[in-house]
């Protein structure tokens, strides 16, 4: 019913930066939090950046000052600029999207994951 379509992942070198975007789709009445969580081999998912629709924002603290969340609400479109990538930033990177449908139950989605490796 809703579905998410993330882009912008890659090889990057370390200090280099990568702009992550996801777009959700379907019968999305509305959207109340979109979020980036990342999960390395061997390791649990956690959370990067969150972002309410309005506009309370919440990072980790290992990518404050590094990772940039924001939202574009007419697209339902979330969007994470990581500049100053760290090899430990690599990882398999999820956007998840929290809302109503049009049905006026409550929704919880993944996307499929991107993945992006900083690596000299």
């Known amino acids: 019913q809703v579905q998410l379509v993330e882009s912008g992942g890659g090889l990057v070198q370390p200090g280099g930066s990568l702009r992550l975007s996801c777009a959700a789709s379907?019968?999305?009445?509305?959207?109340?939090?979109m979020a980036w969580y990342r999960q390395a081999p061997g390791e649990h998912r956690e959370l990067v950046a969150r972002i309410t629709s309005g506009g309370s924002i919440n990072y980790a603290d290992s990518v404050k000052g590094r990772f940039t969340i924001s939202r574009d609400n007419a697209k339902n479109t979330v969007y994470l600029q990581m500049n100053s990538l760290k090899p430990e930033d690599t990882a398999v990177y999820y956007c998840?999207?929290?809302?109503?449908?049009?049905?006026?139950?409550?929704?919880?989605?993944w996307g499929q994951g991107t993945q992006v490796t900083v690596s000299s």
């Open positions: 998840k999207t929290d809302g109503t449908l049009q049905a006026g139950s409550e929704f919880h989605s």
């Open positions: 379907g019968s999305i009445f509305s959207i109340y939090a």
